[in-house]
């Protein structure tokens, strides 16, 4: 079946129920009592077993998060955050005895993976994916450890990194994204419960690909996951990270960070597909996504891909970006995001040229269809020596129906003359004569919104990997349902 | 009352200003003051000042301009040649000896500020300050409270003004720094014409700071070209508020030629109002020196069947820095609007910089809208090409800034002005050399 | 095949066909001739049940079905196809996607089984080979920079591929050069067959000398002005529309 007319299918199957990932798992969970304090931080730290150094710097970041001003230059728009209304720690029960093999994790939890349409052994098997499950705050099972090992690549929660190699841990965490960079990291690098941590070590170019499912399952959690990849000196990672979260009428608050680190001749490929869930039609509910990505290409030659699809969430706020300090470094950003119904996402990049000849390229689609709002954020900076540096930006939106908005703020600071830098955007929508010519040939209305839509979207799509590609696709579609007619 | 450390004597006006003892006028004025002593100059905290900071005036006291400051001789004022009336400004003082407003056709009304309040009251009144009503501009709000010079074009119904008028502000040849406050207020009627070049020229080694305001309503059906060239002195801080209303099929053309000023900034707010407006708002900027220039514009799209078309070019050398903000708003339901803005720099320098921010935010579907920036140094490998067809380098690199900046003086629609802006674009050139000529005769 | 009846559509409020006849064997090609603003294209989209062209009075009956209230997709899948004056481009949408794309929904819309990725591209290899078309347009996004010839070709091979009952050209020869003509007559020829009809909209008698009618209408001023024989079209070479100008003709 052709990725569209399964798109078709999967949106017949699920009408009535939209959203397909909002189920709740029963599982007996461990938490922390609701509310944010020097001892819930504490807490946190202990439940964990961390080393000191450790405490303190949370209890640092806590405490000038306590004096940081919520962000307010984005365009994005909700009532102020109630912060003690959260649990900041929840783990399933099963944590205190941790699954030594796929066979003793809890068989609910296997099933809501399943439902999710990732299948642990399955995609290991076929997949050959390497992959990490984080379960509201904790990560669950790691799969492929073994197979990793003997390459040297080290890929485990990262509370587990803290016990297998602190030093290295210790020697990254809070460079690229340091504790105070805005509000939301700043309560990340206070409370974050896990995280996947991933090395690769010189010259390796790592197996497979390395994957993390996120999920926000219990009532009124927060999930503040902390991700850190460091690729030593020619290597190459291939990072993939999908999330979800089930129905529920309070709007629960994620506020990741992920900080990547490309040492000399290294390259680190991240791709998100981020589909929590967004609210209901009216706006009720769903996930504010606060999100810090960043990362630095400390080495000449180095590279840092982003690619991202973003369709889920109430609220978006993130900027993946690019600090380009090493001669020579690439920095990439793809993005697709699609809002619809009452959703707000911010969204866009940073690329920071400091070193001589860097180059970096955005690529970004933006759908707004519903009563959304969509903003493309973006900042190219040219520092005086980043000679012979040059950026390619490309920056598209689509407007699906006239309730929605889709704008475009790209700031553009040059200080080299030998830097070019180039800005291209549009604003469009899809047009009654593609619209025709499409169903006189036989393809439904719905069927031909999705078909021009991914022809929209082309140029990011085949940046993902195969496995992801197809389910970017199947979303498209299913986001955008209910937008025309 | 309102102290302020860049004005001597602060915003209390003890001095004769024009509409002294209009009710109304003093309104104004108070509530201008009353709110820029609230709002303070703007900083780069703000948004919309984020790339420039008006550092001359932390640096100096000016002095509002008394009288005597409008007397110094000034010869060679620029100019486009044959015109329907011209007006001369020196620091902000109307030179009676150097105007010439004797030949304006029927229904054309054209002079100093204070005369129309004089004369006209209660036109004044319905007219000012209708237009520009934004809410927070700091700027603005200084204007109003005070406001001491400018013009008023008036231009009735149907009529059509073949000629353009002018007007001419020079600035400086004081001993200590002056601030002028120009007011224009200019009004084209449904279904008028008019064309408008104003000429802002420093002359001397003063500082001074002049902040104009100033509104244009362009009603049904007319057309109005407003031309400026800002060639301020490099001691000069050029502070400019512009608030334009387009009507229904009604057009509105800019162009802003900047080559000089220590700062300037140029803020526009356009509204197009009716359905079939147009609005064409472009301009090219050549910074040298310390030189900053600064062209922020938000040109709002509020009907259906509306199109703007926005082309600024600029080249910077040695320590210049440029600012290029625009942002084109397309309002809800304001369906089958046409939006596109373009800007590209040269910099040719590795001490210059700009900063550039081209915005869209659109709330209607049915739209056609895009944006394109660029900065980047002189092309290489042309200039190699002409270089290997004998031509000496500066003068190969004078024709690729001049080719460069030509796109942008393109888009100026009337043909005289076209060729008068262009021939200051060559002169300000390192060296000046026969293009001119060869680009007047192929244009 | 088809049936027209006293047919009236208005566009935008305005009456742009008021009340066309036309009967079409199957088999049969037709001509419509016309001048300028005739209301030929009007008829085209009507036909194909563009929105916006609203049926005002009369009926369209296609294989003892009247066809006004069903959706552009609806009648593609009976069979309906209409060949663009100005083919749109579908940016991001590769040509080969988008044929596979139309060619099961039309097939899961009959009950059919659809084709598989291996069958789809056999098919497409053999119309392509057919119509001498290379297989580089196939990869190409949906008419995204292509010549006119190249667009006018791609209708065709839609054509082909989707196999229609009734293929509807609207002028399909506009802008096109002799040689281009010819390969995409060749095209309209190759699918000639007692079962299938045409509807071929043209404003010049040249088109005909390739695909040469059974019958031509002059339509003018909203109405079937003629009917003759291909003879008739070259009358109108001669003569031009002057006999049939109305307020509506330019």
Redesign the interface.
């Given at each position: 079946m052709s990725a569209t007319a399964e798109t078709v299918e999967q949106v017949k199957s699920i009408s009535g129920e939209k959203y397909k990932y909002g189920f709740v798992t029963d599982i007996a969970a461990d938490k922390a009592p609701k509310g944010l304090s020097e001892d819930i931080v504490r807490f946190i730290s202990a439940k964990k077993r961390e080393p000191e150094w450790l405490l303190e710097w949370r209890l640092k970041a806590y405490r000038r998060w306590l004096e940081m001003p919520e962000p307010q230059w984005s365009k994005v728009q909700f009532p102020p955050i109630d912060y003690q209304q959260y649990h900041y720690y929840s783990a399933p029960k099963s944590d205190d005895d941790r699954p030594k093999s796929l066979d003793e994790v809890d068989p609910e939890l296997l099933a809501t993976y399943e439902k999710l349409g990732i299948p642990i052994k399955e995609q290991e098997v076929l997949a050959g994916v390497a992959v990490d499950y984080v379960f509201d705050s904790v990560s669950v099972a790691t799969t492929f450890k073994k197979k990793l090992e003997e390459v040297g690549v080290i890929f485990c929660p990262i509370s587990e990194a803290l016990e297998r190699c602190p030093d290295l841990v210790r020697k990254y965490l809070g460079t690229v994204v340091p504790v105070a960079d805005n509000k939301h990291a700043c309560l990340n690098s206070a409370v974050f419960t896990d995280g996947s941590f991933v090395y690769i070590p010189p010259g390796v170019k790592c197996p497979m690909e390395l994957s993390t499912y996120f999920r926000i399952n219990e009532m009124n959690t927060g999930q503040f996951e902390r991700t850190l990849i460091v690729a030593d000196k020619g290597s190459y990672v291939s990072y993939l990270e999908g999330c979800t979260a089930p129905m529920r009428d309070e709007n629960q608050l994620h506020a990741a960070v992920v900080e990547l680190v490309a040492l000399d001749d290294a390259e680190i490929k991240y791709s998100t597909v981020q589909n929590w869930y967004p609210g209901d039609e009216d706006g009720k509910g769903g996930i504010y996504n606060f999100v810090t990505k960043r990362g630095a290409c400390r080495g000449r030659n180095s590279k840092i891909s982003w690619t991202q699809v973003e369709t889920g969430s109430a609220i978006t706020w993130k900027y993946p970006s690019c600090i380009l300090q090493g001669d020579n470094s690439v920095g990439e950003f793809y993005s697709i995001a699609i809002t619809n119904n009452a959703q707000q996402a911010d969204t866009g990049t940073k690329m920071i040229h400091l070193g001589k000849n860097t180059t970096s390229r955005i690529i970004s689609k933006g759908i707004s269809a519903g009563k959304s709002d969509q903003t493309y954020r973006g900042l190219v900076k040219i520092s005086p020596k980043a000679e012979g540096a040059r950026n390619y930006t490309q920056c598209d939106s689509l407007l699906i129906g006239d309730k929605c908005g889709a704008h475009t703020v790209p700031y553009i600071e040059s200080k080299n003359k030998n830097a070019i830098v180039e800005h291209e955007a549009t604003t469009s929508t899809i047009s009654e004569d593609q619209l025709f010519y499409l169903r006189q040939r036989g393809i439904p209305e719905e069927a031909a919104v999705a078909l021009v839509v991914n022809g929209f979207c082309r140029e990011v799509l085949q940046q993902l990997p195969m496995e992801f590609a197809v389910e970017a696709q199947k979303l498209v579609g299913i986001s955008l349902e209910g937008s025309v007619g | 009352m309102t102290a302020v450390s860049f004005l001597e004597g602060g915003l209390d006006a003890n001095r004769a200003l024009p509409g002294d003892g209009l009710d109304w006028l003093k309104k104004r004025r108070d509530k201008g003051a009353e709110k820029f002593g609230a709002l303070g100059l703007p900083t780069p905290k703000l948004?919309s000042w984020k790339y420039t900071r008006l550092r001359p005036l932390d640096d100096n006291t000016y002095t509002p301009v008394l009288d005597g400051a409008g007397d110094a001789s000034v010869k060679d004022l620029p100019s486009v040649g044959d015109v329907a009336g011209r007006l001369v400004f020196v620091n902000g003082k109307l030179r009676e000896d150097l105007s010439d407003v004797s030949d304006l056709p029927e229904g054309v009304r054209f002079g100093p500020l204070d005369e129309i309040l004089k004369d006209d009251p209660a036109w004044a009144e319905a007219h000012l300050g209708v237009v520009a009503q934004d809410a927070d501009q700091a700027m603005l709000a200084l204007n109003d409270a005070m406001m001491d010079s400018g013009f008023v074009l008036h231009v009735q119904k149907g009529v059509v003004l073949r000629k353009p008028v002018e007007v001419v502000m020079v600035g400086g040849m004081t001993d200590q720094p002056v601030a002028y406050f120009p007011r224009n207020l200019i009004v084209i009627e449904p279904n008028a014409q008019a064309t408008l070049v104003k000429h802002h020229v420093g002359r001397g080694v003063g500082a001074y700071f002049a902040n104009a305001a100033t509104e244009i309503d362009v009603a049904d059906g007319a057309i109005f070209k407003n031309y400026k060239v800002q060639a301020e002195s490099m001691q000069a801080t050029h502070v400019s508020t512009t608030h334009a209303r387009v009507g229904r099929d009604a057009t509105f053309e800019s162009f802003n030629l900047s080559i000089g000023g220590l700062l300037s900034r140029s803020e526009a707010w356009i509204t197009l109002a009716g359905e079939g407006a147009h609005c064409g708002f472009n301009g090219a900027y050549m910074m040298r020196g310390n030189e900053h220039c600064d062209n922020t514009s938000y040109i709002d799209m509020a009907v259906p069947n509306t199109t703007c078309k926005q082309v600024y070019k600029g080249v910077l050398d040695d320590a210049a820095r440029a600012v290029f903000q625009g942002k084109i708003h397309v309002a809800?339901?304001a369906?089958k609007a046409d939006g596109r803005m373009l800007n590209k720099?040269l910099?040719?320098?590795?001490?210059?910089?700009?900063?550039?921010?081209?915005?869209?935010?659109?709330?209607?579907?049915?739209?056609?809208?895009?944006?394109?920036?660029?900065?980047?140094?002189l092309d290489q490998t042309a200039l190699f090409y002409l270089r290997s067809r004998g031509i000496p380098e500066a003068l190969a690199r004078n024709m690729l800034v001049q080719s460069f900046l030509g796109d942008a003086l393109d888009e100026i629609t009337d043909a005289h002005v076209r060729e008068v802006f262009m021939d200051r674009v060559v002169h300000w050139l390192p060296a000046h050399c026969y293009l001119a000529g060869e680009w007047k005769e192929s244009a | 095949m088809l049936e027209i009846k006293d047919l009236h559509a208005t566009v935008q409020g305005k009456e742009i066909l008021k009340g066309v006849n036309l009967i079409i064997e199957p088999g049969e090609v037709h001509a419509i001739m016309g001048p300028n603003g005739s209301g030929k294209s009007t008829l085209s989209y009507v036909l194909a049940g563009r929105d916006g062209y609203e049926v005002t009075g009369g009926r369209i009956i296609y294989e003892g079905e009247d066809l006004t209230e069903l959706d552009p997709e609806e009648r593609a899948a009976k069979g309906i196809f209409l060949a663009f004056q100005y083919p749109v481009e579908i940016p991001g949408v590769p040509n080969s996607t988008f044929l596979n794309e139309a060619v099961n929904a039309v097939r899961r819309y009959r009950g059919e089984d659809e084709l598989d990725k291996i069958q789809f591209v056999k098919m497409l290899r053999a119309k392509t080979k057919e119509l001498n078309m290379s297989d580089e347009m196939l990869k190409r996004a949906v008419n995204v920079g292509f010549s006119g010839g190249e667009k006018k070709r791609n209708e065709v091979l839609q054509m082909a591929v989707l196999e229609p009952k009734l293929s509807i050209l609207d002028e399909t020869d506009s802008g096109l050069d002799i040689d281009a003509l010819k390969i995409v007559s060749d095209g309209v020829n190759a699918l000639r067959a007692p079962d299938r009809s045409s509807l071929v909209i043209t404003h010049y008698q040249r088109l005909l000398d390739y695909i040469v009618p059974d019958k031509v209408h002059v339509l003018a001023r909203g109405r079937i002005q003629k009917t003759g024989g291909k003879e008739l079209a070259l009358e109108l070479e001669k003569n031009g529309y002057a006999d049939y100008a109305g307020e509506e003709a330019a």
């Open positions: - | 948004e809800r339901d369906q720099t910099l040719l320098s590795n001490e210059a910089e700009i900063d550039t921010k081209p915005e869209l935010e659109i709330y209607a579907d049915d739209v056609q809208c895009a944006h394109g920036a660029t900065t980047g140094q | -």
